[in-house]
């Protein structure tokens, strides 16, 4: 038997680390990293190493399956589930209108290259306003709020460049995700390792002791949801002592009175009480954030999930104009993006960019609308629930689990047992596809075409790949894209792309298809395609963008006032929190075994762990008469879940941390150890949320303890 070795690269998750894929009579048989990639090194994750067990499970989902009326589920072809699932769309349309439709994008629609782009034609040729992804349920302020107060076009400072970095609340090591700016997820271990050895110096900010905050010069133990707090502080020094790049400051920045009024009251010993952190700690921190020449603060997904989450993008918006944090003319600019298409990069702030509000279609729910081109996750269970015009009746879930994902997870429930239809595209039985009444069967990463359009916002050089399918699909499968163009040719809608609307008459093969969704890039993906040696990644070094001057008719600043910001600051300031007898703040974490509620499925990451453990400092366990390993209720004013004590002196007291989107389904005090449970089980969305995003409290939970 003879083994052919190809060049890939991983879609796990998001980092697309590159790979060498050993394949043996037509199976993957192995992957590891690729040495002599530029950019990784060598480098995977575990959970990315496990391709080859999600590629040949016995139980992966490799023909559709319909729900017949016994409820039992009928394996079916391809095409005849696309009938079925095309023509109960076109009803519903005829009957309901386009709205009835609702299209979910989850976590591995946007490991497929083509998966968010293709869903957001169809529903766009659909003409429903009801497009969702994952970006609303745990980062909806940062995509979407902080163009209002402007954009430098040439881009945010590299992490390559800096000298000084403030992390609040993400963990790059374990998540392998930042922000433009932040670490890289490409061995972001040793990445972080070469820069301190260069002379970066650290500031984390994070209610555990995260293996990123153990390698921090400065690291402030923050309590669960005051990140505002202690942002506001370190502006409070910064613009007290005058640290901030004045010129800069005069030359393009507005609203730096509001600013300076709103924070007045955080004085260090204010903030750090406020924060539960040392007054001195605030003061170094600030000094040498702004000291530094290059770096920027950068924010997880765990602050804006802890509420507050604008006002605390808002805050590290302002860190970063304050001092300066942007690639400067005749600088390469930041992330030059080979697949995403190009805008001017200048040394000024852009015009502004309205990302919400007036002119964006509405959801009929909580009085909130359209971030960008999406609706936020949180009004779906209402949308679909709320009798009217423009309910919700059938839904597309790509690579989604909402029922694990969502808040709320009880109204989730019945929300997706009431849908008309539902359907789900997914390669396993997991908790939301079990509800369907069709499940489509995709094909997997390592079976299909892919470009690197998603890591790209991560990669400091003209990076990009375009890789082949290394094996054949089992069964009975159809790429993402193409199951959606084929209900769009049943339903008789178009889909509309970048580069014109996509031919209906005949299926476009993969290359065509990005290359109409990428037009306006840097490089067309046919290209990189033809410029492609060996699977190996192709670096466009002389197209890097370099940053050009400002145009002077075109004289924006930011707006440090936008949106009355600084009065939501004096908003917070003047609401003290209120535990009301939940003492204990639940935050969430990142697992290096998972990702969100994928991974438990495959045999080599439940060797690792099986549950969701709930972290505790040993000396709560102990005021609590609570020992490791023993089972706990952790309850909210909304629900009660269970979870297995383990004990990390990381933690700061008042604490205890889970992953969130954990498991398949909710678990009881019986079953825990081997099946964990969400903590998006104890949130209702309708109660603690973000008037302008929808985005719920999903970390910093109030919670109450007890031994189960």
């Not at 670096?539 to 707006?559: Q, S, T």
């Amino acid at each position: 038997m003879t083994v052919h070795t190809h060049r890939s690269f991983c879609r796990f998750c998001h980092a697309n680390c590159a790979m060498l894929v050993d394949v043996e009579d037509g199976k993957v048989a192995s992957v590891r990293g690729d040495p002599e990639d530029p950019m990784f090194g060598g480098y995977t994750c575990i959970k990315g190493r496990q391709l080859p067990d999600a590629h040949n499970l016995p139980d992966r989902i490799t023909q559709s399956l319909v729900r017949r009326d016994n409820g039992e589920f009928a394996p079916v072809a391809m095409t005849d589930a696309l009938d079925e699932a095309g023509a109960l769309l076109k009803t519903i349309i005829e009957e309901h209108g386009p709205h009835a439709v609702a299209i979910y994008c989850g976590t591995y629609a946007f490991q497929n290259s083509a998966g968010v782009g293709a869903a957001m034609a169809f529903g766009q040729g659909l003409g429903t306003r009801n497009y969702y992804t994952s970006v609303t349920l745990d980062q909806p302020a940062k995509v979407y709020t902080t163009a209002r107060y402007g954009q430098w076009m040439g881009g945010l400072n590299t992490f390559s460049d800096a000298d000084v970095a403030l992390f609040v609340g993400n963990n790059p090591i374990v998540s392998h995700y930042a922000p433009p700016g932040g670490l890289p997820p490409f061995s972001p271990s040793r990445r972080l390792r070469d820069a301190k050895e260069k002379g970066l110096e650290l500031i984390v900010a994070d209610p555990r002791e995260s293996d990123v905050a153990g390698l921090a010069d400065i690291y402030l133990p923050v309590r669960p949801g005051e990140d505002p707090a202690l942002l506001a502080g370190m502006i409070h020094v910064i613009l007290e002592e005058e640290l901030y790049d004045r010129n800069f400051v005069a030359a393009h920045v507005d609203g730096l009175d509001e600013l300076r009024d709103a924070v007045a009251g955080f004085t260090p010993d204010a903030a750090a009480e406020r924060a539960g952190v040392d007054a001195d700690g605030i003061v170094a921190a600030a000094r040498m954030f702004a000291g530094g020449s290059k770096g920027c603060a950068v924010t997880g997904t765990g602050p804006e999930m802890a509420g507050n989450g604008v006002l605390t993008e808002y805050l590290v918006t302002a860190l970063n104009i304050l001092c300066a944090r942007f690639c400067q003319e005749g600088e390469k600019s930041a992330i030059p993006r080979v697949f995403t298409p190009q805008t001017p990069r200048r040394a000024q702030v852009g015009p502004p960019v309205p990302m919400y509000g007036e002119g964006f279609p509405q959801s009929r729910i909580r009085d909130l609308g359209m971030l960008g081109f999406e609706m936020p996750c949180n009004v779906m269970a209402d949308e679909i629930l709320t009798p009217g015009d423009g309910q919700i009746r059938a839904l597309i879930c790509i690579g989604g689990n909402p029922e694990i994902a969502f808040p709320n997870q009880e109204k989730v429930v019945e929300a997706l047992d009431s849908l008309d239809l539902l359907v789900a595209i997914d390669v396993r039985m997991a908790a939301t596809a079990k509800r369907a009444d069709i499940i489509l069967a995709p094909k997997m990463c390592l079976e299909r075409e892919d470009i690197t359009n998603l890591s790209e916002w991560w990669y400091e050089t003209p990076y990009a790949r375009y890789t082949e399918a290394m094996v054949e699909a089992p069964g009975d499968t159809l790429d993402e894209y193409e199951m959606l163009w084929e209900l769009a040719k049943r339903i008789g809608t178009e889909m509309p792309l970048a580069g014109g609307p996509c031919p209906m008459d005949e299926r476009p093969d993969k290359e065509r298809f990005l290359d109409l969704m990428s037009a306006g890039c840097l490089v067309p993906p046919s290209q990189v395609r033809a410029d492609t040696e060996e699977g190996r990644a192709v670096i466009y070094d002389d197209l890097h963008p370099v940053v050009e001057p400002g145009d002077p008719a075109e004289a924006h600043k930011f707006d440090l006032a936008a949106a009355d910001m600084p009065g939501a600051l004096t908003d917070y300031a003047d609401a003290s929190p209120d535990a009301q007898g939940f003492d204990f703040r639940l935050v969430s974490r990142r697992s290096r075994h998972r990702f969100n509620s994928s991974g438990h499925h495959l045999p080599k990451l439940r060797e690792k762990r099986t549950t969701n453990p709930a972290f505790f400092h040993p000396d709560d366990l102990q005021a609590l008469g609570l020992a490791e390993d023993d089972i706990v209720a952790i309850s909210s004013p909304r629900a009660t879940i269970y979870g297995v004590a383990a004990a990390s002196n990381k933690l700061r007291r008042g604490v205890v941390s889970m992953a969130h989107a954990f498991g398949d389904g909710a678990a009881g005090k019986d079953d825990v150890r081997e099946k964990g449970n969400s903590t998006n089980r104890l949130v209702d969305e309708t109660v603690d949320y973000d008037p302008l995003t929808g985005h719920s409290v999903q970390s910093a939970i109030p919670v109450r303890i007890a031994a189960a």
